[in-house]
């Protein structure tokens, strides 16, 4: 099993490098039916490997100068304030046993990973489909904008700290629109969050676990990363439109697959 999951460790980050898609649409999956994991202990481990791989993603963006933080900090702040807070305090508050009724019955798994589900089918369709931004409007005035920066950092923070995610395929646009960031410079930027706020939700939970597997976190991630690196050097060989639109339908069918798992199976 542990050479199993090693190797998907090294495929995950494959796929990362190839389509410049987030680690963990797929690690919490991996960690939850893979490792058998509890949902809480899966998204907590998947925050310290998106955190981990951001870093060395943050790091090679910042030697290019691809980095700008302070235009981002309306959104950096909120952000890192609400992951801390959701993983730290609200995730241990969640009762194992939602709802209770007759033959409906919803545990904490089945509502975390459904709306973990409902989010990669979120990536999958901006994906598959142009990634249009829906409803922003760049021509905005500048308070109106940081104003949304604030909402969006906290917002995004919160799904961090919840489920585990990265959200950098919402994290771009933002910067984009509302820190009036260069491409370049907004992909780079918000890897440089991801890796802050993951690891922070990583630390402000991992009080509520029995335990932390360090070899397994660190050895997953060190495969994660040496996958993007191999995937980064080929993915320019390939049509990136087409990586893209064909892990956009993969990820569809994984959010498939957990839906029916939690509340069909």
């Known amino acids: ?13 494959l796929i990362m490098g190839l389509t410049g898609a987030g680690g963990s649409i797929l690690t919490v999956p991996v960690f939850t039916y893979l490792l058998k994991l509890d949902v809480v202990t899966a998204t907590t481990y998947s925050l310290f490997v998106v955190g981990a791989t951001s870093v060395a993603g943050a790091y090679k963006n910042y030697r290019v100068g691809n980095i700008d933080l302070k235009p981002a900090l309306n ?18 508050l969640i009762p194992e046993v939602i709802i209770e009724f007759d033959y409906l019955i919803i545990l904490r798994q089945n509502l975390m990973m459904g709306l973990f589900a409902v989010l990669i089918i979120y990536a999958g369709i901006r994906m598959v489909g142009n990634g249009v931004n829906q409803g922003i409007t760049p021509d905005e005035s500048e308070s109106r904008k940081k ?9 995004l923070g919160s799904i961090m700290g919840f489920l585990g ?25 918000s890897l440089l969050l991801i890796s802050v706020n993951a690891l922070s939700g990583f630390f402000a939970g991992w009080g509520a676990l029995n335990g932390i597997d360090w070899i397994l976190l660190i050895k ?13 050097h080929y993915a320019s060989r390939l049509n990136p439109v087409l990586l893209k639109k064909g892990f956009g339908y993969f990820i569809l069918v994984v959010a498939s697959y957990i839906l029916l798992i939690e509340f069909f199976i």
């Open 1 to 13: 099993m542990e050479l199993i999951t090693l190797i998907i460790a090294l495929l995950v980050g």
């Open 75 to 92: 959104f950096a702040v909120p952000s890192l304030i609400m992951v801390t807070l959701t993983r730290g305090l609200v995730v241990p």
């Open 147 to 155: 104003i949304k920066l604030i909402i969006q950092g906290a917002l």
């Open 165 to 189: 995610a990265g959200g950098g395929f919402m994290i771009v646009p933002v910067l984009v629109l509302f820190a009036g960031m260069e491409m370049k410079k907004a992909i780079g930027t």
């Open 220 to 232: 997953f991630s060190a495969l994660m990363i040496a996958g993007i690196l191999i995937g980064g």
